[in-house]
Structure formats: C-alpha cells, structure tokens
C-alpha cells in the first residue's frame, strides 16, 4: 500500500533532475521505496546484486524480521506452529492464508494424501539415472519430468490446474524422493501408504521394504513433521526467487518446482545441512574445533563455517533453537545419550557465539545447523538431507507460485544490468586479428 505522505527524493547530480519516489508501507517490516518510474523518469538504473536492498515483490505469506529474529507464516510465529500445528495444516495454512476448519482440514488432507501415487511409468524413468547420481540430481530430472506426465494441468492460467498441480506436487514430492533414495541403495520401491501421516508416510517409503513388517516410530516422525514445518516457507530466498522468475514467464508449475530444486541444491541454501555434516566429519572432534574456527577466520582461506550466517537473520535463527530442542528429543528416544557429532556442534556453537569474529559479524546458528544432526540419528542418509528440505519446501515454493500468477499485476521478471564490458566496436576479420 503506497501512503501518499512519506516519499523518497532522489536527485542526479549531473542535471539535477528529480524525483519522488512513493514509500510503500506493509503491514509489518521496513518501508519500500516504489521504483518503478525510475528508468523512465531519471534514465537510471538500480545496482543490487544479491537483492540486499530489494523487494522483488508483494506477498502475504511469509514475514521474517532478522534483526528480531523473528518468522511468521501469515502472521503465525513459527514456534507455536512448531509446537501445536502439521505439516499439513502448515501447507494448508500457506497455501490459503487461514487454518484451516476440522471439515476443511480433512478434505485437505484427503486430496494430498490421494495424490501420493506417481504415474507408473515415471518407475522406469529412473532407470535412466546411474544408480551412484546424487538424490538431488534425480530429484531435478523427475519433478522436472513430471510436466511431460501431466498434461493436464498444466495451463497456470486454469485455476483448476493450479490446484491439481498443486497437490500433485506436494503429495508426489516425498514419494519421488524417497524412490531417488531406493534406487541408489538397490531397494525396491516403496509405494505410499495413504492411511498414514505425511511425515509418516515418508519415512515408510524410505525405511520399510516389502519383505518385512515396518512401524514407522511416532516420535521420529513427529520430529520429522516438525522439520518439515520450519522448512516450509522463508519467503525470497533463492530457491524461492528461482520458482517466482520461472513462473513469470508462464511455465508450467512442474517446471517451475524442478528450478527451485536445482536453486536449493546449492551449498550456501538447501545443500548446507549436508555440508555441515561433512564439515563436522572432517573436524572429526572437539579438540581440533580451535583449529578449525582459525582457518574459518583466515582472509586467505574460503573456510566457512557452515549452518551459521544468514543473509536476512543477524540474530539467532528462530529455526535453529526449535531444531537445537527436536536434536535434544530425538537422541533421548533413539537412546543416543552421547553423540560426538551433537558434542561438537555445540561446543563450536558456543565458541562462536563468543568470539568477535561472529559476534561483530552477526553470525549465528542457521536452520541447517542442527538438523543434519538430527537426521543422522535417524538413519537418514547425508545425501538425503536437502532432498527432505526440498520436499518441505515445495509447499511454500507452491504458495509462492500461485500467488504470483493469481496476481493481476504480474509482469515477467526482468532485471537490467550495469553493463561494463566493451563498447561498440567493429568486427575484426580473423587474417587482421595479432
Ligand atoms: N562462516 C564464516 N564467515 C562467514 C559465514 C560463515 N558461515 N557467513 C558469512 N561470513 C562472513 C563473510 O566472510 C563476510 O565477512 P567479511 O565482511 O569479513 O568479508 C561476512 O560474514 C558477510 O558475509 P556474506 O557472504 O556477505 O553474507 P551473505 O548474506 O551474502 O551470505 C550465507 C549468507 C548464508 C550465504 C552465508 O552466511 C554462508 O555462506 N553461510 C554458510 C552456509 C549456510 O549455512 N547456508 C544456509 C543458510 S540457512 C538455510 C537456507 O536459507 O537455505
């Protein structure tokens, strides 16, 4: 909303023109200077890459204050969601805009749950992959092919193909992830199981074969529902800016959920709970976290200290303490009473949070910080972790998507550039060229 009373006035210093920029005022969170007659009235351009300093859009479904720490999911606090919510109840909740009643929570839930199965033959697609690709890569390659399985909803302008899209993904998500995970160990598929939970259900395709009876452990995928939660949504992350720029362009919904995979994929986004694993094994104990923490600090080495920082959080991630206490609870019902992975995450938290190098730079513990940890104690594999964040994620990149093309006032997304390469010069035949 644009309040006609506070403006920004920039000005060009060669010419001294001028203009009045609208502030525009959301319901919580700094104001946005409204630039869009900025080329056309001043002939420049905005410089700002990585998107410090720009809202690339109106939404009403996530708000994050990093300063307070703060993430709310339509105006819920993540914590009480975490605490009392679903999953499922969290999808519906960002995919509406309210919680749901208990006649509507059921009939969601029910069309989730009735769309788990995937199209027979998508089963012979992954024969196509080397049984040793990365989970990720899979996951790419058949949500990706889902467009090429589902014809017929794929018009983003038909609201009922948005909708079928719609839970076609978010119930289709964990049983292409959880076949990526079967084929790369050999096993056979598991097919879903719609009587149970969607947490639950996961980790029954992931864990059970078909040789043996399989009683997915309650607590387990309470932990999981709740990971799957504090994953859901986090507004214009990179992922999500990725789903937004496709689906700008009027691609398909499928399309557009197989960018934000390959977006997520990343080390510095999705793929960072893998990589603090990794970083852990390589510390290898909590004698040589010292060590470490130098090397991260050294201006000459690319160390990072991976799970901490935050591109919108400069205080503690609201994610990470959930994640710190499900860590907690799951280790006691597994009976992990000591876990060497657990003793030096929080030995290299509290260093961390000590010492200047983090504290001058406002770096604290992120979401993924502690749940490669807790996923670990659960049998899940490395290479599964931001395949588990991805499918969380598709519920919010699918909220994301559908309030964007429901938007009347969309245009393809477009940035400029400053352009410093060479100026206008004629081709040199290659007999002249030194
Ligand atoms: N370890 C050590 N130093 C760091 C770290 C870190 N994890 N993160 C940032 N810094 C330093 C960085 O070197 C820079 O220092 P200086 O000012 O001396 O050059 C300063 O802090 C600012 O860093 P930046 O790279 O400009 O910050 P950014 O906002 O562009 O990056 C980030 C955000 C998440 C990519 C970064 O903090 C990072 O690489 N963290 C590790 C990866 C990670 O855990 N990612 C998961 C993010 S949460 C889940 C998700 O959103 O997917």
Known sequence: MSNPNTKL????????????????????????????KLYDSLGVFTFDP???????????????????????YRGYPIEQLAEKSSFLEVAYLLMNGELPNAAEKEEFDLGVMRHTMIHEQLRSFYNGFRRDAHPMAVMCGVVGAMSAFYHDTLDFKNPDHRRIATF???????????????YSIGEPFMYPKNSLGYAENFLHMLNAVPAEDYKVNPVLARALDRIFILHADHEQNASTSTV??????????????AAGIAS????????????????????????RIPDFIAKVKDKNSNARLMGFGHRVYKNYDPRAKIMQNTCHEVLKELGITDDPMLDMAMEM??????????IQRKLYPNVDFYSGIILKAMGIPTSMFTVLFAVAR?????????????????RIGRPRQLYVGPALRDYVSLSDRG
């Open 168 to 182: 076609r993904l978010i119930a289709k998500v964990p049983t292409i992830a959880a076949w990526a995970y079967k």
């Open 244 to 257: 937004r720029l496709a689906g700008s362009t009027g691609a398909n919904p499928f399309a557009c959920i």
């Open 394 to 410: 598709t519920v919010g990149w699918v909220s994301q998507w559908r309030e964007q093309v429901e938007d009347p006032g969309q």
């Open 264 to 287: 997520l994929w990343g080390p510095a986004h999705g793929g960072a709970n893998e990589a603090v694993l990794k970083m852990l094994a390589e510390i290898g104990s909590v004698e």
């Open 50 to 72: 990585g998107y410090g300093s720009t809202a690339s859009c109106q939404s009403h479904i996530t708000y994050i204050d990093g300063d307070a720490g703060v993430l709310l």
């Open 9 to 36: 006035t920039v000005t060009t210093d060669g010419d001294g023109k001028s203009l009045q920029l609208p502030l525009m005022t959301g319901t919580i969170g700094p104001q946005v200077a409204d630039l869009r």
């Open 349 to 358: 938290e509290r260093i961390a949070l000590s010492d200047d190098y983090f």
